[in-house]
C-alpha cells in the first residue's frame, strides 16, 4: 500500500508538471537551450586522455601491482645505463622490418636500405629552445652509448655476413671467458639455423630507438621528436622492404582517429534518425500526425549530449576518444522515450485543454519514462566502480548524458510536445501548418497501434502461439548458452585500432616472426634472503627450474641469473684468484665480493639492475631473475602463460612474483567474464528493485529481473557467432546495454500491471496498444542509428553496431512477445495481474464506475485503493 502510494504520489506530481509544461512551454523550451549553450561551453577545454595502457588496465590488478613493485625495485636510469631484456615500460620506437614479397633479409640492398633508414632517423631534429636535438640527444644510454639493439652493430659487417664469413649464433652469443653477451632474440625474427645454430636465413629484423624519459627535462623534446617521426614515416617509401612501427605517439594518433573518423559522420546519423522518426510519426490523420516531434527528439538527444560532455569538463573527468560513441547510442536509444511519451499523447481526450493532456500524459507515461532512466544510470553508475579507467570514465560520461537526456525529454521535448498540442487545437495542417477547415472534427484512432491491439493482440493469446512464442525463446536461450561454451576474450591492442593501421600490420609480424623468442619474464624475490646460505641457493634454483620446465619459457642457457653467473664466477679461476680472501658463504663476504668485485666487470654490469641492497649493503633485500618466453604465436597462449606462471608462483620453494611487459594489459581477460557477471546479477537486481518501487508488483519486478538476465546472456551468447570478443570494448558496450534493455520490458510491463482490474487478455491487447508502436519505433530508430558504426574501419565500432543490434532485437521480442505472455501464465498465480473488467464490442476498454468497482467481489483490496487514488486524481485534473 505504502509502495503503492508512492507511486501515484509520482504521478500525480507529473500530472502537475505537464500541466504546467503545456501552460508555458516556450519557457521551458528556452530555459533548456540556454542551460545547454551555458554547459555545452565547456567542450572546448575538454582534456583527453589517450593513454592506452593507462586506459585499458585494471588499476589495482595483480599484474598492475607487480608492475608498479617491479618499477618501484627496479628502476630504470636511461640517462645512465639501460638494458633492453630488463626494460619495464614502452618509452621506445619500435621499427619492424621485413623484405618486399616476403623474401629473405640477407641481401645487401635490403642491409643498405635499414642502414639508410637508421641514419634518416638518427638525424631528424628538432628546435627545443634555439637549441638543434637530434636521436643521440635524447636516446637511452648504455655505456655511454645510444642503446639500440645488437642488430644496428652487425651493420657495419654486411657484405661478411651475406658471403657467410661472419656467422651470427642465434639466439645469443656468450664468451664463456669474458662473458660478453649478445643477444639477438629481441633483434632477429623468422631465423632459419644450421646443425650449430647459426643463422642461414632471415624474415625481419627489429630496430629499437629507446627514449631518455627519465631525464624530465627531455620530456617535451622526446615528444617532438616522435612526432617528427611519424611525420617521416608518412612519406617513407622503400622498394625493398616493408616497415611497421610501434610507439606512444604512434598509438596516440591512431585512437584519436577514432573521433577524426567518427565525429564527422554524427551529422548523417542524425539526419537518418529525424527522417524515420518523421515518417513514422504522420498518422492517418494529418491534423494529429506530429512528424516534426521527431527531429525535435534528436535534437533533445544532441543537447543531451552536449551538456553531458561540457559538465564532464567544467569539473575536470578527462575524456577518451571512445566517448564520441556515446553520441550515436545517445541519438540512437534515447529517444525511445519521446515515442512512448507521443503514444501517450494519443490516447488522451483531444475535446481537453492542452494543459490537461499534458497532465495526462505525463501522469501516465513519464513514470515509465523515469523508470528506464534511472535504470540507465544506474547501470552506467555500477560502470563507474570498474577499475579500468576506459570503462569508468565511459559510463561517468554515459551516466551524466542519461540525466540531461531525462531533463530534456521532460522539458524540452515536452515543451515541443505542447507547440504541437496547440497547433492541433487549432487543427493545422502537421507540415504545412495550414487550417485544417474542419469544423466538426472526426477525431480517428491511431491505425497503427489500433491494429497492433486488434491484429496482434488476438493472435498472442491463441494457446498455439503461446507455445510457439515460449518455444522460441527456449531456443534462443539454449543457442546463446551454448554458445558460451566458446566464447573468447579478447587482449589485443589492434583491437583498439583502425583495421588498416600499421598497428595490426605490426602485430601481425611480432606473432608470425618474433613468437620464437619474445619479452621476458621477470621472476621478483621481494624479501630479504642470505644468499650466501647453500639452502637458499638451491630454493632459488629449484623455484627457477620450475618456470624453466614450462614449454613456453626458453631453455636455462638463456636465463639470465645473477646468482648463476657469480658462481659461476666463483669457480673461475680468474675468480677465485680476485675473491681470494673472501668467504663466499659467509652474508657479508658474499655481499661484498658481488658488489666491488663481480658487478666492476662491464659485462656484469646488467646484473646491478637486478639486485636491490638495503641503505648500508649489509643485505640483499630484493633481486629478480631474466627468463624469455618462446613459441609465443598469439596473444591467448601469451594469456595462458601468464595464468600457468601464476599457478606455478603458488608451488615453489620461494615466494615469487612475476612481471612481464604485457601481463598488465593482457590481464584483462581474465578479469572480464567475472566483471561481466557481477555486472549482470547486479544491475538486475537493481532493476528489480526500482521497478518494484514504481510499480509496486513483486511477481512483475522478478520477472522483468530474468528477463534483464536472459538478453544479457542471449547477447554475449550470440556474440559469439557474429566474431564479437568479450573484451573491454565490449564489456564496456554491454554496460551501454544493460540499461538500454530495460526500457522496452520496462514500458510493456508497466503498461500491463498498471492496467488493474482488466483480464490478463485484455492487458495484452492494452499493453500493445499503448506501447507496442513505441517498441517498434525505437527498435528501428536504434539499428539505424548505430548501422553506421558498423562500417568503419574499427574493431571497437564495428562491436558496437554488433552488441547494440543484438539488444535491440532481444528487447523488442522479449518485449513485444515474451513478457506479456509470461505475465499472462503468472496472473494464474497473482490475481493482481489478471483481474476481471467490462469491456465493449469493438475492443476499447471501458473505465469501471466507483459503483461497479466498490461491488467487485473478486477485486482486491490493493487494486480498490488504487482505483480510489485513480479516481481521485482524475477529480483534481
Known amino acids: 500500500m505504502n509502495l503503492m502510494c508512492i507511486q501515484h504520489g509520482l504521478s500525480r506530481q507529473f500530472q502537475r508538471l505537464g500541466r504546467l509544461i503545456g501552460g508555458h512551454p516556450l519557457y521551458f523550451i528556452a530555459g533548456s537551450l540556454l542551460l545547454s549553450i551555458a554547459l555545452s561551453s565547456g567542450i572546448l577545454n575538454i582534456q583527453i586522455s589517450r593513454n592506452a595502457d593507462y586506459l585499458f588496465t585494471s588499476s589495482n590488478g595483480k599484474a598492475v601491482n607487480i608492475k608498479r613493485l617491479t ?3 627496479f628502476p630504470i636510469n636511461t640517462s645512465s645505463y639501460l638494458d633492453i631484456p630488463r626494460i619495464t615500460n614502452r618509452n621506445f620506437i619500435l621499427f619492424q622490418i621485413v623484405a618486399k614479397e616476403g623474401e629473405t633479409m640477407l641481401r645487401e640492398d635490403i642491409f643498405n636500405e635499414i642502414r639508410i633508414f637508421h641514419e634518416s632517423i638518427k638525424n631528424i631534429s628538432i628546435n627545443v629552445n634555439g637549441k638543434v636535438l637530434k636521436y643521440q640527444d635524447i636516446c637511452a644510454k648504455k655505456f655511454e652509448e645510444c642503446e639500440e639493439g645488437n642488430f644496428v652493430k652487425l651493420l657495419p659487417f654486411t657484405k661478411e655476413i651475406i658471403s657467410g664469413k661472419k656467422k651470427i649464433k642465434y639466439p645469443v652469443e656468450i664468451d664463456k671467458f669474458t662473458f660478453a653477451f649478445k643477444e639477438y632474440i629481441l633483434t632477429l625474427g623468422g631465423v632459419e639455423l644450421d646443425e650449430e645454430d647459426y643463422i642461414t636465413d632471415l624474415k625481419s629484423v627489429r630496430q629499437f630507438y629507446i627514449l631518455d624519459f627519465t631525464d624530465s627535462k627531455k620530456v617535451e623534446a622526446i615528444k617532438q621528436w616522435q612526432h617528427q617521426v611519424c611525420n617521416f614515416m608518412k612519406y617513407y617509401h622503400s622498394d625493398v622492404i616493408s616497415l611497421s612501427y610501434i610507439s606512444h605517439q604512434v598509438i ?6 577514432f573521433t577524426n573518423r567518427l565525429l564527422p559522420r554524427i551529422p548523417f546519423v542524425v539526419l537518418i534518425i529525424a527522417v524515420f522518426s518523421f515518417i513514422t510519426l504522420i498518422t492517418n490523420d494529418w491534423v494529429k500526425s506530429k512528424p516534426w516531434l521527431g527531429p525535435s527528439a534528436c535534437l533533445s538527444a544532441g543537447i543531451a549530449i552536449t551538456s553531458g560532455f561540457g559538465l564532464m569538463s567544467y569539473i575536470g573527468i578527462e575524456y577518451v576518444d571512445f566517448n564520441i560513441a556515446l553520441c550515436y547510442s545517445v541519438l540512437a536509444t534515447e529517444i525511445d522515450d519521446s515515442y512512448i511519451l507521443i503514444s501517450a499523447w494519443r490516447r488522451t481526450n483531444p475535446k481537453i485543454s492542452v494543459a490537461d493532456r499534458m497532465a495526462e500524459t505525463f501522469s501516465e507515461a513519464v513514470v515509465s519514462v523515469t523508470i528506464t532512466s534511472l535504470t540507465n ?7 563507474i566502480a570498474s577499475n579500468f579507467p576506459a570503462i569508468r570514465i565511459f559510463c561517468i560520461y554515459a551516466a551524466t548524458c542519461t540525466l540531461f537526456t531525462y531533463v530534456y525529454q521532460i522539458t524540452f521535448f515536452g515543451g515541443c510536445m505542447a507547440l504541437s498540442g496547440y497547433r492541433e487545437k487549432k487543427r493545422l495542417h502537421s507540415i504545412t501548418f495550414q487550417f485544417s477547415g474542419d469544423e466538426n472534427p472526426v477525431y480517428k484512432e491511431d491505425f497503427i497501434m489500433a491494429q497492433l491491439r486488434d491484429k ?7 494457446p498455439l502461439t503461446k507455445v510457439f512464442v ?14 558460451l561454451a566458446f566464447i573468447k576474450t579478447g587482449n589485443e591492442y589492434a583491437d583498439l585500432l583502425s583495421y588498416n593501421s600499421t598497428l595490426v600490420t605490426f602485430s601481425d609480424i611480432m606473432f608470425r616472426y618474433f613468437g620464437k623468442y619474445t619479452y621476458p619474464i621477470h621472476l621478483i624475490i621481494n624479501k630479504p634472503l642470505n644468499y650466501a646460505d647453500n639452502d637458499v641457493q638451491r630454493a632459488i634454483e629449484e623455484t627457477i627450474k620450475k618456470f624453466e620446465s614450462h614449454p613456453h619459457i626458453s631453455e636455462p642457457a638463456l636465463t639470465l641469473s645473477w646468482l648463476k653467473y657469480y658462481k659461476s664466477f666463483m669457480n673461475h679461476p680468474a675468480g677465485t684468484f680476485l675473491l681470494r680472501g673472501y668467504n663466499m658463504s659467509d652474508k657479508q663476504d658474499f655481499i661484498d665480493g658481488l658488489r666491488n668485485v663481480f658487478l666492476k666487470f662491464p659485462q656484469a654490469r646488467q646484473f646491478e639492475l637486478d639486485i636491490k641492497f638495503n641503505e648500508n649493503y649489509t643485505d640483499i633485500i630484493a633481486s629478480r631473475f631474466i627468463l624469455p618466453m618462446k613459441n609465443i604465436d598469439s596473444p591467448t597462449i601469451e594469456t595462458n602463460v601468464m595464468k600457468d606462471m601464476e599457478i606455478i608462483t603458488e608451488n615453489t620453494p620461494i615466494p615469487v612474483k612475476v612481471f612481464s611487459l604485457n601481463f598488465h594489459f593482457l590481464e584483462q581477460s581474465i578479469l572480464i567474464k567475472g566483471i561481466t557477471i557481477e555486472i549482470g546479477l547486479v544491475a538486475s537486481a537493481l532493476i528489480c528493485i526500482i521497478f518494484f518501487l514504481f510499480v509496486p508488483n513483486i511477481t512483475c519486478a522478478v520477472c522483468i529481473s530474468v528477463i534483464i538476465i536472459c538478453i544479457i546472456i542471449e547477447t554475449v551468447g550470440i556474440m559469439v557467432f557474429w566474431n564479437v570478443k568479450l573484451d573491454l570494448p565490449s564489456l564496456t558496450i554491454l554496460i551501454l546495454c ?16 498498471l492496467a488493474v482490474n482488466l483480464n490478463s487478455k485484455d492487458r495484452i491487447k492494452k499493453s500493445l496498444y499503448e506501447v507496442g508502436f513505441p517498441i517498434f519505433q525505437g527498435s528501428c530508430s536504434t539499428i539505424l542509428g548505430v548501422m553506421i558504426l558498423g562500417f568503419q574501419p574499427f574493431y571497437i565500432s564495428r562491436v558496437f553496431f ?20 509470461l505475465l ?14 467490462k469491456t465493449i464490442n469493438d475492443g476499447h476498454f471501458a473505465p469501471l464506475s466507483i459503483e461497479e468497482v466498490e461491488n467487485e467481489e473478486h477485486l482486491k483490496e490493493s487494486d480498490m485503493e488504487f482505483m480510489e487514488v485513480k479516481l481521485s486524481l482524475n477529480h483534481d485534473m
Request: overall charge negative.
Open 71 to 73: 618499477d618501484e625495485l
Open 252 to 257: 596516440d594518433e591512431e585512437i584519436k582517429g
Open 377 to 383: 544510470f544506474l547501470s552506467f553508475s555500477i560502470g
Open 456 to 462: 496482434l493482440g488476438p493472435i498472442l493469446t491463441y
Open 470 to 483: 515460449f518455444v522460441l525463446f527456449f531456443i534462443n536461450i539454449g543457442t546463446s548458452l551454448w554458445g
Open 738 to 753: 544493460v540499461g538500454f534493455s530495460i526500457n522496452y520490458p520496462t514500458h510493456i510491463s508497466s503498461s500491463f500491471v
Open 802 to 821: 554488433k552488441i547494440i543490434s543484438i539488444v535491440a532485437i532481444q528487447t523488442a521480442f522479449h518485449a513485444l512477445f515474451v513478457i506479456p505472455l
Open 824 to 837: 499472462d501464465v503468472l496472473g494464474r498465480c497473482d490475481k493482481s495481474l489478471s483481474s476481471r473488467v
